[in-house]
């Protein structure tokens, strides 16, 4: 079965440094999605992408934050300058349409840690 | 604004007894529902999910939920438990109107003893 892939699996950092999250998300999907989780606290939506455009995007989502899809196959999420409070699990997730009958499909997941 | 509750944290049970996961749901028109499954260091993996085709909804792994309208609830049930159930558990519900947000619960995480 197709999966959402997503690299590095565990990513370390210094504040005030640039990071970029890479996911490959399925083939033939069109949607795309970045969520993260801080430790002991609730999955996060951050932002949502489609026809390379940002169609939705949540108050977490300021200015350091910005998504891209360079090419066919690749979504990153990059973070411009890196806080102690950005440490989370982000994880990445894609969907074949903008319906209700079609879930998100989701990778592993990058554990971010900013020290 | 749509919000999903999930009203315990922690659930143990024992390896062959039932499963009983419960959520509660706000939302002001009929919303679609998701269950998602979080074993250690794996992504979310969908177990179910209820779109108003069916008020009770078969998922993978002997996994099932039954909607609720009357008590706003999606409870997440099956009726034997593996020990490769332990795992967290997440209600979820799609923002009416977006295909875009989902709202997660807080989790609930499921101990299985032998």
């Known amino acids: 079965e197709p999966e959402v892939t997503q690299t590095p699996s565990h990513q370390v950092t210094q504040m005030g440094q640039e990071v970029i999250l890479r996911c490959v998300p399925i083939?033939?999907?069109?949607?795309f999605y970045w969520y993260r989780q801080i430790l002991g606290q609730k999955v996060e939506f951050l932002v949502s992408?489609?026809?390379?455009?940002?169609?939705?995007k949540s108050e977490i989502f300021d200015d350091q934050f910005s998504v891209e899809r360079p090419d066919g196959s690749n979504f990153t999420l990059k973070i411009r300058s890196t806080k102690l409070e950005d440490s989370a699990m982000y994880f990445c997730?894609?969907?074949?349409?903008?319906?209700?009958?079609?879930?998100?499909?989701f990778g592993n997941g990058t554990r971010l840690t900013v020290t | 604004a749509q919000s999903v509750t999930q009203l315990d944290s922690h659930v143990s049970v024992s390896e062959g007894t039932p499963v009983l996961l419960r959520c509660n749901y706000s939302?002001?028109?009929?919303?679609?529902l998701f269950w998602y499954v979080q074993h250690p260091n794996k992504g979310l993996q969908l177990l179910l999910k209820?779109?108003?085709?069916?008020?009770l909804v078969k998922g993978i792994n002997g996994f099932e939920a039954e909607f609720k309208k009357s008590e706003t609830s999606f409870h997440l049930t099956k009726p034997s438990a593996h020990m490769s159930d332990a795992a967290e558990y997440f209600c979820?519900?799609?923002?009416?109107?977006?295909?875009?947000?989902?709202?997660f619960g807080t989790g609930t995480r499921l101990q299985v003893t032998l």
């Open positions: 992408f489609y026809n390379n455009e940002i169609s939705e």
């Open positions: 209820y779109t108003s085709a069916a008020t």
């Open positions: 083939s033939n999907h069109l949607y």
């Open positions: 939302s002001s028109y009929s919303p679609s």
């Open positions: 979820v519900v799609r923002h009416t109107g977006t295909a875009s947000k989902l709202t």
């Open positions: 997730a894609s969907s074949d349409r903008a319906s209700d009958n079609s879930p998100l499909h």
